[in-house]
């Protein structure tokens, strides 16, 4: 419980962290155990961001692996806690007596507009025209010119944490994964889209069971 409270501790202090996913690592030679209870939790100075995020990611677990115990950060840490006002000891204190048994923190990492350039597709006009008796056609073809659009990408980093693993957060650190979410259309649909793939993943990979 001692390394899971350090553990705790370092992504809670944290402001920042360093679809498919993008690039992934894993601790060499893990085999993950039976995870009986997850805390998910969300990096972030934004609270629509905080709450989506962890609120879709229990949603995407619970709907993959429902018979496992999940908590929130925001359960533990509502926003109205000034952390940087609390001691070590009473941010273990409150972590402890959830008894999580893994940590996932997620977090976006780096946003970015990027161009693409779409090509136009030919249009074709039918023309008829008449020789004779008969009635031929034929087609014009018109071209417009293609044009370029602005695309905004959000990077975000998962890091999945077994407190059997060490002592410190450096070693109880057992996998990463990053992943990008182009053009969502809300906070919430961007959240729902990425807990999703994070979760197929996960699971998939057997990183949870």
């Known amino acids: ?10 992504v809670i202090l944290m402001v920042s962290c360093a679809p498919q996913m993008m690039s992934t690592w894993d601790k060499p030679n893990y085999t993950a155990p039976v995870q009986d209870k997850i805390l998910v939790m ?3 100075n934004n609270l629509q961001v905080r709450q989506s995020l962890e609120n879709e990611i229990v949603a995407a ?13 925001l359960t533990i840490f509502p926003p109205n806690i000034d952390l940087s006002k ?6 273990e204190e409150k972590v402890k ?23 136009s597709e030919p249009t074709y006009i039918p023309r008829y025209f008449r020789y004779g008796r008969y009635v031929y056609r034929s087609y014009e073809v018109i071209n417009t010119p293609g044009y370029y659009s ?13 407190a059997k693993e060490g002592n410190n957060p450096e070693e109880a ?13 809300s906070v919430a649909s961007g959240a729902r889209s990425y807990a999703k793939n ?7 990979q057997q990183k949870i069971k």
Request: proline residues 3%.
């Open 97 to 119: 007596s959830y008894h999580p048994t893994a940590v996932l923190t997620s977090c976006i990492i780096n946003n970015y507009e990027s161009s693409e350039y779409n090509m």
């Open 150 to 162: 602005t695309n905004q990408n959000f990077v975000l980093e998962s890091n999945l944490f077994d």
């Open 173 to 185: 650190m057992v996998w990463k994964g990053q992943s990008e979410i182009t053009n969502p259309s």
């Open 61 to 73: 677990l619970k709907e993959k692996l429902p018979n496992k115990s999940y908590v929130t950060g």
């Open 86 to 91: 609390m001691s070590e000891a009473q941010i």
């Open 1 to 10: 419980m001692k390394r899971l409270i350090q553990l705790s501790i370092f």
């Open 198 to 204: 994070l979760v197929n993943y996960l699971v998939s």
């Open 42 to 44: 969300a990096i972030s």
